[in-house]
């Protein structure tokens, strides 16, 4: 019910754009969001947005990542800038509504050079 894509191989500095599309039987009012799992690591919270543009970040990702969504089309995108080598990991889409949260296949994230 989540398509994710937009992961790959990127140099420290480098640029990538995730994007997640829901489908059409999740509710748009939500909350979409990212969440990231380094190997060997607890999955952790990157970013998030509502429906009305609430967004959260995680601390070392603001300023470098930016996260945005399309309501119509319910996708949400994670632009991430000057990446760095600790941001090596899978990055998993997530849909919250109504109590359930829906999560994407996870796209691989590779930062090195």
């Known amino acids: 019910q989540l398509q994710a894509c937009g992961g790959g191989l990127v140099q420290p500095g480098g640029s990538l754009r995730l994007s997640c599309e829901a489908s059409g039987s999740i509710s748009r009012n939500n909350i979409m969001g990212w969440y990231r799992q380094a190997p060997g690591k607890q999955r952790e919270l990157v970013a998030t947005i509502s429906r009305f543009g609430i967004i959260k970040y995680l601390e070392s990702v603001k300023g470098r990542f930016t996260i945005s969504r399309v309501n119509a089309r319910n996708t949400v995108y994670l632009q991430m800038n000057n990446l760095k080598p600790e941001d090596t990991a899978a990055y998993y889409c997530?849909?919250?509504?109504?109590?359930?949260?829906?999560w994407g296949q996870g796209t691989l994230v590779t930062v090195s050079s």
């Open positions: 997530n849909v919250a509504t109504g109590g359930i949260d829906y």
